[in-house]
């Protein structure tokens, strides 16, 4: 995602599967001083030490009942950007019901809604 919430890359994963075993790939593309940010649920060495070999900056609050790490509160803040790009994509039925029968088509749909969606809310250039 970009700091404006809008994706890079979109990738399907099965449906029971969770989130966290496939986020060590995510990251992987992260730059030097990039801000990689996610829940508690993404608290692990795996996805802070990927993160952190090109020398991203992880913001990611601690698990309760692991070592505290610190982080940015104000970065992570901004993590409701990817929230509410999501919750945009999901207001098109097709994709928030999974009625598609193929996965090809419902990425095929997904990448659709997604172009949509950043269509409508494109990104906003700061100058200063």
Known sequence: MTAEGHPRVIRLTPGQAGDAPHAPDLPAGAKRGRVVTGDRGYDSAAIGGRA?????????PS??????RRYSKALYKGRNVVERFWSKVKQYRRVATRYDKLDT????????????????????VHTT
């Open 52 to 60: 952190r070999g090109p020398r991203a900056r992880v913001v990611i």
């Open 63 to 68: 698990q309760r009942g692991r070592r505290v």
């Open 105 to 124: 088509s419902y990425l095929a749909f997904l990448h659709l809604a997604a172009v949509l969606v950043v269509l409508k809310h494109p990104l906003t």
